[in-house]
């Protein structure tokens, strides 16, 4: 009897669409990890992001072609990975909105949108991305741009419940995929640029109430949060922050992504953003440890209970959020099994920590790192070098900078050859100390200056690789160059093959080798990871493209409408070619009505406010191209009262006003009768 009840588990898994759908994916399932299944964000619990599906191999994957596609109305960044449950694939696009496709024909079954507020945009750093869904027992959840936590019904899309994880109020995000666990549901939140205080919380799946909560930083009014975080923060955090800007904001150090589960030793490992203002001079009079921004943090899922840490980043000046891809595996190191949780960090580090513990068992440089030396293993902390810290008045240009040696962009594992494949890049960036701070609530508050560093000096060329990287013997096996630094997320399988796409070349690598031995031209960016299941015998691959996200890839590559593409052997289908790119026209400067403004204060706002969206490698339109700095009516209605809004731009008359508008006007202006840097192209599908 109980080998036949196995049995029906076991069918239950296999079948595509059933009457065991019906209680939708619950633990067991998400555990047992049935071949053709894709349940959550990573695949399975330990976000291995392996398949161990074959049937697309090194000797077949040269038939694989478009099995089926849609298009989405957006044209701005798609980083979601596509979950699989009982015949429904599950993806999201900008602005949270929930697609439900047949996973075999490509039918559209329900669509959801939680109307975000346009305004919200702005609070987002780096576009109004989402990275995907969590499946428990007949629902989906999304996190919502706006902080909201939804369960739809898996089947219609309706909602079931719906609750605000977030004070609405301050600049929080949500951008980063939930992870159900438990009878949970864990959603973490961004902002750290703002910044505002980071904390991770758990739902109950059934009913949308909070179970728990766990602060990241401490109540800078020195107040009891009644949250999981009080004893562990009067233990071990609040001694680590002194006297500075951190209390205006709350101090960053956002779980904007990484949640990961370990069946296992029972903890969710939660990993961390930046400590904010980003100048430590300014947050915490350049002193302590800033716990716990820059970390990677040990929870248990059922009541929130601080069980370890490892600060990857003590005092963080540099932006290196730890929020990463968290992996857990079994390695063999020193003779024995060790069960691990692994990170390629922004900083340029590859970490190896012991799950059940937090003990550092190797940290190696992935990438060129400027900033620091090598990690002590010792002491578990990095050796700086010399000038690292710029708040000492020296300017600095360092590998890695904001953007990282890696940055959310998902890694895959090959148990089979011990290797983790991860997206790296090297980019340069400046850094330069603020003498004069003044928090500006709601803005960016980062305490950087202006770069003084020559401009025409010679600056090393951004780049990316794929680097198939051994944690035992911690040193790369192969890597693969690409022009392009900010590339897709990663896909591994059991057919021997690594899926990764560089700009709109989605590639399969021989996993062993790096040798590239399929590619298909997708028209469209790609940043989001590939996910992969089978039906009725198929194994289908299916990854999101699109344009957008912050970094990089403004002008190099045509903005395009978002697509979903899913692929399987002898797919036939030839998607609809995207429309020519036309030139967007040269600025008419001679209609220009002129500006009386400051061009130079007009310079200041534009650092400011500005150029953190509409900068010449982001996603946004670079302002001295747009017709809309011809008329001041115009510029102000956008500008100042939001005509914009529903796609993001916020008014910024809470942070200007009229004559501001024209100051920053006659810089754009100026700006433009020069040659303009190459930037993102106009949108037509801000919304
Ligand atoms: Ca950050």
Not at 225 to 248: F, P, R
Not at 335 to 358: D, P, S
Not at 620 to 645: E, H, N, R, T, Y
């Amino acid at each position: 009897m109980v080998r036949m009840l196995r049995w029906a588990a076991v069918l239950c898994i296999a079948m595509a669409v059933t009457a065991c759908g019906k209680a939708g994916v619950d633990a067991k399932r998400i555990e047992a990890a049935a071949a053709g299944d894709w349940l959550t964000y990573g695949r399975t619990y330990d976000e291995q992001r392996f398949s161990p599906l074959d049937q697309v191999n090194k000797d077949t994957v040269a038939r694989l072609g478009v099995a089926w596609w849609a298009s989405f109305d957006t044209d701005r960044g798609q980083e979601a990975t596509p979950l699989v449950s009982d015949g429904i694939l599950y993806t999201t696009t900008t602005w949270s909105k929930v697609f439900a496709f047949d996973a075999k024909t490509g039918k559209a079954l329900w669509s959801y949108d939680p109307q975000v507020p346009g305004e919200k945009g702005f609070n987002a750093c780096c576009d109004v991305v989402n990275r995907g869904v969590a499946l428990w027992k007949g629902h989906v959840y999304v996190g919502a741009l706006d902080g909201r936590l939804i369960a739809l019904d898996a089947k219609t899309g309706k909602v079931a419940w719906s609750v605000q994880t977030t004070d609405a109020n301050q600049p929080y995000t949500i951008t980063g995929a939930p992870r159900a666990v438990k009878g949970k549901i864990i959603i973490g939140n961004g902002g750290a640029e703002y910044p505002v205080r980071g904390y991770v919380s758990a739902y109950d799946a059934d009913t949308g109430k909070l179970a728990w909560r766990f602060h990241m930083t401490p109540n800078p009014k020195g107040e009891a949060d009644n949250a999981a975080s009080d004893k562990v923060m009067k233990e071990k955090a609040n001694a680590t922050w002194s006297d500075g800007a951190w209390k205006q904001g709350g101090g960053g150090a956002t779980p904007w992504d990484p949640i990961t589960y370990d069946v296992k030793s029972d903890l969710i490992f939660v990993g961390t953003g930046n400590a904010g203002p980003w100048n430590s001079k300014i947050r915490t009079g350049g002193k302590g440890d800033n716990l716990f921004a820059a970390s990677i943090v040990a929870l248990r899922p059922d009541t929130g209970e601080y069980v370890w840490h490892y600060q990857t980043t003590p005092r963080d000046d540099w932006d290196f959020d730890a929020t990463q891809h968290l992996m857990v595996a079994d390695l063999p190191i020193g003779g024995k099994t060790e069960h691990v949780v692994m990170q390629a960090n922004k900083n340029g580090f590859f970490y190896v920590l012991q799950a059940a513990t937090g003990k550092l068992l190797s940290a190696d440089a992935f990438v060129k790192t400027t900033w620091a030396d090598k990690v002590d293993l010792v002491t578990g902390r990095p050796v700086e070098a010399a000038g690292a810290r710029y708040e000492n008045g020296k300017e600095q240009e360092q590998t890695p900078g904001a953007l990282g040696g890696h940055n959310w962009q998902p890694m895959a594992f090959n148990p089979k050859e011990g290797l983790v494949y991860i997206p790296a890049q090297t980019l340069y960036m400046d850094y330069a100390d603020k003498q004069e701070f003044k928090f500006i609530p709601g803005a960016w508050n980062l305490g950087l200056g202006p770069s003084t560093l020559s401009p025409t000096r010679v600056q090393p060329t951004p780049f990316g690789q794929l680097i198939a990287w051994d944690p035992v013997t911690k040193k790369a096996r192969w890597k693969a160059d690409f022009a392009e630094p900010w590339r897709s997320g990663v896909l591994a399988t059991a057919g021997g093959l690594v899926f990764h796409a560089a700009g709109h070349k989605f590639v399969a690598f021989d996993a062993v080798t790096g040798k590239p031995l399929w590619t298909y031209d997708t028209g469209a960016a790609a940043i989001a990871a590939a996910s992969t299941y089978a039906i009725d015998g198929d194994q289908y691959v299916a990854l999101m493209v699109g344009f957008g996200g912050a970094g990089g890839m403004g002008g190099l590559e045509p903005r395009r409408k978002g697509r979903l593409l899913v692929f399987k052997l002898d797919g036939k289908t030839v998607p609809t070619p995207f429309p020519e790119v036309v030139p967007q026209p040269p600025l008419d400067l001679k209609s220009a009505i002129p500006s009386k403004g400051d061009p130079a204060k007009g310079e200041a706002l534009s650092a400011q406010f500005c150029v953190t969206c509409h900068n010449a490698g982001g996603y946004l339109p670079i302002l001295a191209k747009s017709p809309v700095i011809l008329d001041p009516v115009g510029f102000d209605a956008i500008v100042l009262k939001g005509a914009k809004k529903p796609h993001g731009m916020a008014p910024f008359r809470r942070f200007f006003d009229e004559a501001s508008a024209e100051d920053l006007r006659a810089y754009l202006l100026a700006e433009a009768a020069k040659a303009p840097p190459t930037g993102a192209p106009q949108m037509t599908h801000g919304r």
